[in-house]
């Protein structure tokens, strides 16, 4: 398929209701001196299940921030718009991720814990970023089961019978991999950098260039969830680990099985978490 047809199959889904009304209003407001957090926190309130999300989010114990927050401002406040924005985003694609693929919202849940499990371990100051980077990784696949169901079902079962990472398929049937096309969903959802480079990236890390070592966490937390089997992000078998991503971040074995040990204290949370009501 031209990728540009492509392109514009994914940006015509309309399932996704709250985004284009929240989103874009929060970030012509951040652009502006006189919005205050409270107003920008509003915003987000005004929709009260999408804020119920997004605190429920935040407030849970995997997620690794101290102490609770009980208000979208009082998060703005702590967090800092990027966290928020892209907490948004994940609530709001959750009901879209658990019905279109089977397994995948665990699989995103269980990535984003392990990336801010590494990242603070590595002491990176905004590991909530990355956090979100981790839950919004495999948002492409999302969009192709969406936009294009047959293609969908046919990459998994090439997959499936040749035994090759879902990319390749998707490559081989769609032109493009779910990557690319999470780079023209942050573009259209106006994400920040710090968290789109990280889900554009996440198969080649030092692709990101500046955020490389974002990149590499979330890159390693992907591979590891996929090998301890939570959730399911279409693979077959665990794809092979970046070398290069884990000399960038020095992850020996002993580092990885560290926050493994980490990860399996919140895997009985992580497996009854849900953003449902």
Request: proline share 4%; charged share 20%; glycine share 8%.
């Amino acid at each position: 398929m031209d990728p540009q047809l492509l392109k514009s199959k994914i940006e015509a889904v309309k399932q996704i209701p709250t985004l284009p009304g929240v989103l874009s209003k929060m970030t012509a407001m951040i652009h502006d001196p006189e919005t205050s957090t409270e107003q920008l926190g509003g915003v987000i309130s005004r929709d009260q299940v999408l804020a119920a999300k997004v605190l429920k989010l935040i407030n849970s114990s995997f997620y690794g921030f101290p102490g609770r927050i009980s208000s979208v401002s009082h998060a703005l406040v702590l967090l800092g718009f990027n966290v928020i924005k892209g907490m948004v985003v994940s609530a709001s694609v959750f009901d879209m991720m658990n019905r279109a693929v089977v397994g995948l919202w665990e699989h995103s849940l269980g990535c984003a814990t392990l990336s801010g499990i590494i990242a603070r371990k590595l002491g990176e100051k905004e590991s909530e970023e990355v956090f979100v980077a981790g839950l919004l990784h495999d948002i492409g696949k999302v969009m192709i089961k969406v936009s294009l169901p047959d293609d969908y079902d046919r990459i998994q079962r090439m997959s499936a019978v040749q035994e090759i990472v879902v990319r390749e398929a998707e490559q081989e049937i769609v032109g493009v991999d779910h990557a690319r096309i999470a780079q023209w969903v942050a573009a259209q959802w106006h994400l920040p950098e710090a968290i789109a480079e990280p889900m554009v990236y996440h198969h080649e890390p030092l692709g990101a260039g500046a955020y490389a070592r974002r990149t590499a966490m979330v890159h390693l937390a992907d591979v590891l969830i996929q090998a301890v089997g939570f959730g399911s992000g279409g693979n077959v078998s665990v794809p092979p680990l970046d070398e290069d991503a884990c000399s960038l971040l020095n992850a020996d074995e002993g580092f990885m099985e560290a926050v493994l040990l980490e990860l399996e204290e919140n895997l009985d949370s992580l497996s009854a978490f849900s953003l449902e009501a």
